[in-house]
T-cell receptor, first 111, second 111 residues
Framework: GESVGLHLPTLSVQEGDNSIINCAYS??????FIWYKQESGKGPQFIID?????DKRQGQRVTVLLNKTVKHLSLQIAATQPGDSAVYFC??????????FGGGTRLMVKP | DTAVSQTPKYLVTQMGNDKSIKCEQN?????MYWYKQDSKKFLKIMFS???????INETVPNRFSPKSPDKAHLNLHINSLELGDSAVYFC??????????FGNGTRLTVT
């Protein structure tokens, strides 16, 4: 699902499938990008980051892809689990110490 | 130990009142922030502060003011509360331009 500012899109996947969450960022000068996961009643938690000199970075079960040409960021979650159910945000750092967040995507994992 | 802690977790108050939310971080980070999350989960930066510089998002009403007694604390004071101030407020900290560590939020309800 694409992250937009006006509503919260939802991505529903079957447990065990792979998930792909997309994000369009706004500033071509942004040089650092982060994905956050927010569970109900909690603050956003860091998942993975990527700098603009890279186009792919892998973590444990997660991969972030960056396409600077079209200002697009994606988060891939392998073998999605019920514990992955949350709202996911991309964030960009374009100047100073300010992180700007995208609108978020709700991931629902069906058992 | 909680890295970024904010109190209270819930705050219910009437219009026109003045209230404060406290935030403390034990990570030794040099920059702290306040974010506002609305009912659609959109996260908006309000302030960025380190010992050198306060950066204010120009859209934040001047009824909101951050106060930092020391490097580990950044409190948020809100004067003359309005219904539209109802939201979840998150404190966060970071080192330089690194990723943010968030607290678990304060849900403010103005009646």
């Amino acid at each position: 699902g694409e992250s937009v500012g006006l509503h919260l899109p939802t991505l529903s996947v079957q447990e065990g499938d792979n998930s792909i969450i997309n994000c369009a960022y706004s500033n071509s000068a942004s040089d650092y990008f982060i994905w956050y996961k927010q569970e109900s009643g909690k603050g956003p938690q860091f998942i993975i980051d990527i700098r603009s000199n890279m186009d792919k970075r892998q973590g444990q079960r997660v991969t972030v892809l960056l396409n600077k040409t079209v200002k697009h960021l994606s988060l891939q979650i392998a073998a999605t689990q019920p514990g992955d159910s949350a709202v996911y945000f991309c964030a960009e750092n374009n100047a100073g110490n300010m992180l700007t967040f995208g609108g978020g995507t709700r991931l629902m994992v069906k058992p | 130990d909680t890295a970024v802690s904010q109190t209270p977790k819930y705050l219910v108050t009437q219009m026109g009142n003045d209230k404060s939310i406290k935030c403390e971080q034990n990570l030794g980070h040099d920059t702290m922030y306040w974010y506002k999350q609305d009912s659609k989960k959109f996260l908006k930066i309000m302030f960025s502060y380190n010992n050198k510089e306060l950066i204010i998002n120009e859209t934040v009403p001047n009824r909101f003011s951050p106060k930092s007694p020391d490097k580990a604390h950044l409190n948020l004071h809100i004067n003359s509360l309005e219904l539209g101030d109802s939201a979840v407020y998150f404190c966060a900290s970071s080192h330089d331009r690194g990723s943010l560590n968030f607290g678990n939020g304060t849900r403010l309800t103005v009646t």
